[in-house]
């Protein structure tokens, strides 16, 4: 009963605190650049990709970038740019395998997604080291430990590999990419972004919309 009124006040509250020895207060401490980018349904997260480049696992169509985006979600739906709604509606009602995007980006993120509400968020390095490593395992490896290579990316430079965790709802890439985020210690309530919109309202708490 504790645990259920204590989850009820974290949604009532909307955000989690930052974590303060991984989100100082001072932004001169923050010198890692993150985006959230937001397409409508589906929301990604962008970073430098000099502070994340280590942890991605080699591989040969690794994209390699100025900056990195990741998207999380449904392995037949999200592959598929034509997916239409019967698509969605079983990625949406069974349990489905998952992959995930990455976007290589050299051009600044809100040009290369200029369509898209992106906001900017400012990390410290060890914060982006902790997204790092949420990145890295949630990458699926087979036998041989390799990562497994899915389909070739929505975009320019871009990839789909397969992922650990199973996609359904409310297990959305809305919270995966809130997920994403806490890591660096942000004040964002993960079980809170089922939607798109929420992780962009919660992604303003601290940062600045740019478009």
């Known amino acids: 009963m504790k645990g259920f ?15 303060k020895e991984l989100y100082p207060e001072d932004e001169n401490e923050r010198p890692v650049t993150v985006y959230i980018v937001s397409h409508g349904w589906h929301a990604g997260i962008a970073i430098e990709a000099s502070a994340i480049e280590e942890y991605l696992p080699p591989h040969p169509d690794m994209p390699s970038a100025r900056y990195l985006k ?38 600044p993120v809100e040009r290369y997604f200029s369509g898209s509400k992106i906001i900017q968020i400012k990390v410290s390095e060890e914060g982006a080291k902790k997204m790092g490593e949420f990145v890295e395992n949630r990458f699926r490896r087979d ?8 389909a070739d990316g929505l975009y320019t430079n871009s990839v789909f590999f397969q992922a650990t965790g199973r996609y359904y709802l409310p297990k959305t890439s809305n919270i995966w990419t809130a997920r994403a985020l806490r890591q660096t210690g942000y004040p964002i309530t993960p079980i809170y972004s089922f939607t798109s919109g929420n992780v962009v309202q919660q992604a303003k708490r601290d940062g600045v919309e740019i478009q």
């Open 5 to 19: 009124l204590l989850l009820i006040l974290i949604i009532a509250s909307g955000c989690l605190s930052p974590v």
């Open 143 to 150: 036998e041989n430990d390799k990562v497994v290579l899915e």
């Open 70 to 107: 990741f998207g999380w979600g449904d392995g037949r739906y999200y592959t598929d740019s034509e997916a239409g709604f019967w698509l969605m509606m079983r990625a949406a009602l069974l349990p489905t395998r998952s992959v995930i995007h990455v976007v290589g980006i050299d051009i």
